[in-house]
């Protein structure tokens, strides 16, 4: 079975912190990585993806990729109260019908004021 | 981005009756999927819907519970049928350009099943 594993949390982090997300996976194969934010009752919201080994920066966010620990994180910088949402981590993997994407469980995140 | 329109938004059905969800998008994309999310938890792949062949349904879903139609690269349904609370949930459908590109959702449709 391939697994996408987060820690669940919640990871309290205080405002203007760095917050350091992580999610492993077993498929040795996944070839694109993808991180989501979802607040409360809303659809996932693509922050960034990432496929190559090393750093991806975009403003706040930096995605960070090693296949061959099949590690993948996010950090946020200056983390803000708004951050406060459930992260989701999503690996590329294949099926019967080509590639798909598997996520993991999600991290929860609490920026505290 | 794309944009993708999902309806209904939400909906209070009951039981033994079927809902059709829509989802429209803006541009011709060749992956289109379709998740579950539960109270609480993750999301689960229901099926990928390809345009001109037939869904192909994860363990754990059958096609006479979750037909998908898939009429062009626009536009796909799924229908939850004979419900029961149990199928209370968040559906969502996704698409996806391949490797190498975004994956974005729908707006997502909460159904309650009373």
């Known amino acids: 079975q391939k697994e996408v594993e987060q820690n669940s949390g919640p990871l309290s982090v205080p405002e203007g912190a760095i917050a350091s997300l992580n999610c492993t996976y077993s498929d040795r194969g996944s070839q694109s990585f993808f991180w989501y934010r979802q607040y409360s009752g809303k659809s996932p919201e693509l922050i960034m993806f990432?496929?190559?080994?090393g750093d991806k920066e975009d403003g706040r966010f930096t995605a960070q990729l090693n296949k061959a620990s099949q590690y993948v994180s996010l950090l946020i910088r200056d983390s803000q109260p708004s951050d406060s949402a459930t992260y989701l981590c999503a690996v590329t993997t294949h099926n019967n019908a080509g590639n798909m994407l598997t996520f993991g469980g999600g991290t929860r995140l609490m920026v505290k004021p | 981005s794309a944009v993708i329109s999902q309806k209904p938004s939400r909906d209070i059905c009951q039981r033994g009756t079927s809902l059709t969800i829509q989802c429209q998008v803006d541009?011709?994309?060749?992956?289109m999927f379709w998740y579950r999310q539960q109270p609480g938890q993750s999301l689960t792949l229901i099926a990928t819907a390809n345009q001109g062949s037939e869904a192909t349904y994860e363990s754990g879903f059958v096609i006479d519970k979750f037909p998908i139609s898939r009429p062009n690269l626009t536009f796909s349904t799924l229908t939850v049928s004979n419900m029961s609370p149990e199928d209370s949930s968040i559906y969502l459908c996704?698409?996806?350009?391949?490797?190498?590109?975004?994956?974005?959702f729908g707006q997502g449709t909460r159904l309650t099943v009373v």
């Open positions: 996704s698409l996806w350009g391949g490797l190498g590109t975004e994956a974005f």
């Open positions: 541009s011709q994309v060749t992956m």
């Open positions: 990432i496929y190559s080994n």
